[in-house]
């Protein structure tokens, strides 16, 4: 059996993840925005595609489910990033909007990804950043 070391793949996953949060939330900090959690990305994500969707939808298009996406959308209105509304299709459903907030939120998040980006390139290079692209997006 091998022995649990920091050159752990989970450990090296959960670090690397980690320390991007950290950098994300310092910057949206310093930015104004300083109650926009990292996570809150899998919320605001999908909305920013395409705002007025349905949690269950939101949960899906961010692989989580949807009493988790339920909760972090309560964190979200509270924070006032989105809101909900009555979806005219169905009375029974709501669908979930971004705030005007969010809206000026949304370049400030743009940048700050594209920076993070921008360093990654310079430390790992275009070719290493493409290949772990690929590697994360077939283990997400």
Same mark, same amino acid.
């Given at each position: 059996?091998?022995?649990?070391?920091?050159?752990?793949?989970?450990?090296?996953?959960?670090?690397?993840?980690?320390?991007?949060?950290?950098?994300?939330?310092?910057?949206?900090?310093?930015?104004?925005?300083?109650?926009?959690?990292?996570?809150?990305?899998? +919320?605001?994500?999908?909305?920013?595609?395409?705002?007025?969707?349905?949690?269950?939808?939101?949960?899906?298009?961010?692989?989580?489910?949807?009493?988790?996406?339920? %909760?972090?959308?309560?964190?979200?209105?509270?924070?006032?990033?989105?809101?909900?509304?009555?979806?005219?299709?169905?009375?029974?459903?709501?669908?979930?909007?971004? %705030?005007?907030?969010?809206?000026?939120?949304?370049? +400030?998040?743009?940048?700050?990804?594209?920076?993070?980006?921008?360093?990654?390139?310079?430390?790992?290079?275009?070719?290493? +950043?493409?290949?772990?692209?690929?590697?994360?997006?077939?283990?997400?």
């Amino acid at each position: 059996m091998a022995r649990a070391t920091r050159d752990d793949l989970g450990y090296l996953l959960a670090k690397a993840s980690q320390r991007w949060n950290e950098r994300l939330q310092s910057a949206f900090r310093a930015a104004g925005f300083p109650e926009v959690r990292a996570s809150y990305g899998s +919320v605001l994500i999908p909305l920013l595609e395409e705002d007025g969707l349905r949690i269950g939808e939101i949960a899906r298009r961010a692989g989580l489910s949807k009493q988790t996406m339920t %909760t972090m959308v309560r964190l979200c209105e509270r924070d006032g990033l989105v809101e909900r509304h009555a979806d005219p299709g169905d009375g029974r459903a709501t669908v979930i909007h971004l %705030t005007g907030k969010a809206r000026r939120f949304e370049p +400030v998040a743009e940048h700050v990804l594209a920076r993070l980006e921008r360093d990654t390139r310079a430390e790992l290079g275009e070719a290493r +950043v493409a290949e772990l692209r690929d590697a994360l997006q077939a283990l997400a």
